[in-house]
């Protein structure tokens, strides 16, 4: 039995690490773009310094399952492609190639290992009195100019977003800009339409809707809402998002050979995140051994319960949701919130690695 697994991020090393555990004569090879695991959930302190971000998959992988370190071209009928000409044949194979980050032309992405390194190569260049912009309001943006703000108190940070922490309860809201008016970072509730190059080759203007140039020294795009075309390219369906198209039981309803996780996935009601990615994984890989069984897989449903946004290393909110994931008047702030997050992020790590869920 081949099993092909594309991507090693959260989902596709846990679900090739479960599979590894629940089969025995599977044979599992993994492919990924570069010989690394990312903890994608720590960018924003890569960025920073603060925390290295990758440890090599040799590491993170069981012993039994190789690895395979390419770019897959395409995926389909019980074959995939690489770039260099390659082709692996699989009777099953895992889809878990994750988000991407599609950056506004002048700046840098922070939600890619490659934008993260060069982001963090320019900021430690970056003299004191520096103005850094980071470019989005959600999450991802608040955590980035958090961590750089703190870890470096020399320069000066603004955050533009159309709504800084929109989508938290009133409390959380409220209680996410005090923690970054705290780490002296700018709040600016603006829609970014150009960043124009100036007299260096990162330096620049961040030009607003309502008309407002900002001189800016480096600016970060905080924004991931794309996803890699391999699906669509491979002639999977797609919907709207480029997500893979799933049944109840997160197989391609393109193709029932291939198992689909993760931010690639389109299941209804999934928003981006490993608190996402890792109990599909786990799910998958359980469906997978089932079938291998002669047993009916079962559907997947996931409840949410919090969303935890970090504050720099000392400060962070987490919000308490539903289980559809909108959100509750309730919400934890500062040392519980901060145990709540790295507690996550350390086991998050954890479970990819083991392949056993810690939920």
Known sequence: MKVVVIGSGYAGTLAANRVARKTIDAEITVINPRPDFVERVRLHQQIAGTY???????????????????????????????????????????????????????TIPVGTWEGAQQARAVLTALPAGSQITVIGGGPTGIETASEIAEARPDVRVRLVGSSVGGGLSEGAFRRVRAGLERLTVEIVDD??????????????????????????????????????????????????????????????????????????????????????????????????????????????????????????????????????????????????????KEMGAHSAFSTARAGVSSF
């Open 52 to 106: 290295s971000a990758t440890t090599p998959l040799a590491e993170v992988l069981r012993e039994d399952i190789a690895l395979r370190v390419g770019t897959v071209e395409k995926i389909g009928n019980g074959t995939v492609a690489l770039a260099d000409g390659e082709r692996i044949d699989f009777d099953y194979a895992f889809l878990a190639v994750g988000s991407t980050v599609t950056p506004m032309p002048g």
């Open 191 to 340: 829609e970014v339409v150009e960043v124009g190059s100036g007299a260096g080759q990162l330096e620049g203007v961040v030009r607003l809707r309502s008309g407002w140039d900002l001189a800016s020294d480096l600016t970060l795009w905080a924004i991931v809402s794309d996803v890699p075309d391999l699906a669509a390219r491979s002639g999977l369906e797609v919907d709207a998002r480029g997500r893979a198209v799933v049944d109840e039981f997160l197989r391609s309803v393109s193709d029932e050979r291939i198992f689909v996780v993760g931010d690639c996935a389109a299941v209804p009601g999934a928003r981006f995140a490993c608190y996402t990615a890792l109990p599909q994984a786990i799910h998958a890989a359980d469906n997978f051994a089932r079938l291998l069984k002669g047993r009916k897989p079962k559907p997947h449903s996931f409840p949410y319960w919090n969303r935890g946004i970090s504050l720099g290393r000392a400060d962070a909110v987490t919000q308490f949701t539903r289980a559809d994931d909108s959100v509750r008047r309730t919400y934890l702030a500062g040392r519980g919130a901060v145990v709540l």
